[in-house]
């Protein structure tokens, strides 16, 4: 599907129009060179390709069903990761291709379009309740099956995930405890919302055991039989092939299906709890089909760059109207939706309250203007406000002209941002850093004589239980890895 030049580490899709255009001679791989995004996003994907080679290992060698419920989630994001990445970088090369060409010319003298600031985007309290029959919730009639879930969540490239968590009749909704935070957001972001399900029930989920599973043949089929299946159990596992019974990583362990979706865009910004539709994509002969209601509950919060940094600082002298003299050299900072106006810069960094504060929103009216050659006072900028009946005007002076269109510039930008990102602009949303999340909790005992046997007491060496038990905890302690490092995200 991809190819990848080694030297200059590009990747290019097959058939796309920048293979193409290498094909035809238009130009050489070599006259492309890596931006630092560009290396840094290459980085990700040759990380991500590394992580799902080691997840596909661990699946082949779980023994446990909750392990390889982890690492199956595992194999799921990592493939959904490369393939985001690696779409990414081929929209950079096909965009570095035309403007190469021409076709997309830089250079033409012409001003650039105004684009809005990023931002931040953070979803949290997630919960998507459960509709469950009267004879399952409340009389507790029928099977008790057990449900693994989790939610894989996409906004442009960054591709996030959940905790898994296990689902029966006992519980209402599905309820994620931690926040997922996106810190490369624009206001026409769309953030896409996947809930994957699989059975907990499925015998696949303990494909990844075939020496428990030969020692159960071999015992039920006899001993002459018995010893000819463990014979060439050994034989295949001494000569370094696959041992019998033993999956390919891509059919083995649990599968996980695809319930639900929905994508949220800026309208659905509120600093406040709200509910949302969900496209349900499962059915009730699936084995991993859950009663969904039809919906999730979430707070999702964004903070634009502009209202959390500063985008404009220097000199002023603040003159409010009807005053005969000279207003004071104060300075100012330009930060979120106020100008603030300070006697000394050194207050600004040390949080000292402001002398002014002149409030900057949509009904701001700003006008700019020259004064005579005075020294010290070449230019000015009125800035408006309706207080009540009301209005209020401040006339800033600067220094210099190139202050004065620097002051102009960023008032421009800041009104530009509130048009795009709305109601993020109205008032600083509360985003919370998501906490490191905590290693999954084990799954309660099961029913099997595996699950039973005391192994606290120390085995002898060269017993037979010696090798089974050994590989079990190097496996153990490698899906204890992996889960440490997503979860340290």
Known sequence: MFARNHR???????????????????FRLSVFSDTPEDTELQRKLDHEIRMREGACKLLAACSQREQALEATKSLLVCNSRILSYMGELQRRKEAQVLEKTGRRPSDSGLPSERSPCRGRVCISDLRIPLMW??????????????????????????????????????????????????TEAGPDFELRLELYGASVDEEGALAGAPKRLATKLSSSLGRSSGKRVRASLDSAGGSGSSPILLPTPAVGGPRYHLLAH?????????????????????????????????SVCCRLAAQP????????????????????????????VLKGTNLLCYRRPEDADTGEEPLLTIAINKETRVRAGELDQAPGRPCTLSISNQYGGDEVTHTLQTDSREALQSWREALWQLFFDMS????????????????????????????????????????APGGPGEGLLLQDNAISAEIRALLSYYSDR
């Open 305 to 332: 760059l502009c209202m959390t940094q500063p985008t404009a600082s220097g000199a002023l002298r603040v003159q409010q109207a009807g005053q005969l003299q000279n207003g004071a050299r104060l300075h100012g």
């Open 133 to 182: 029959k009267d004879t399952e919730y409340f009389k507790n009639k029928g099977d008790l099956h057990r449900w693994a879930v989790f939610l894989l969540l996409q906004l442009g490239e960054q591709i996030e995930d959940t905790e898994m968590i296990l689902v029966d009749r006992t519980l209402t909704d599905i309820s994620f405890q931690h926040s997922v935070l996106f």
């Open 420 to 459: 795009q990102w709305k109601q993020c602009c109205d008032e600083v949303m509360k985003i919370e850093t998501p906490a490191p999340r905590k290693p999954p909790q084990a799954m309660a005992k099961q029913g099997s004589l595996y699950h039973e046997m005391d192994l606290s007491e120390p085995m």
């Open 262 to 294: 929905t994508t949220l865009t800026l309208a659905a910004v509120q600093d406040g709890f709200r509910t949302h539709d969900l496209t349900l994509t499962s059915h009730e002969e699936n084995p991993a089909w859950l009663p969904l209601y039809g």
């Open 8 to 26: 200059s580490r590009v990747t290019v899709a097959r058939g796309s129009a920048l293979e193409m255009e290498f094909k035809r001679g238009r």
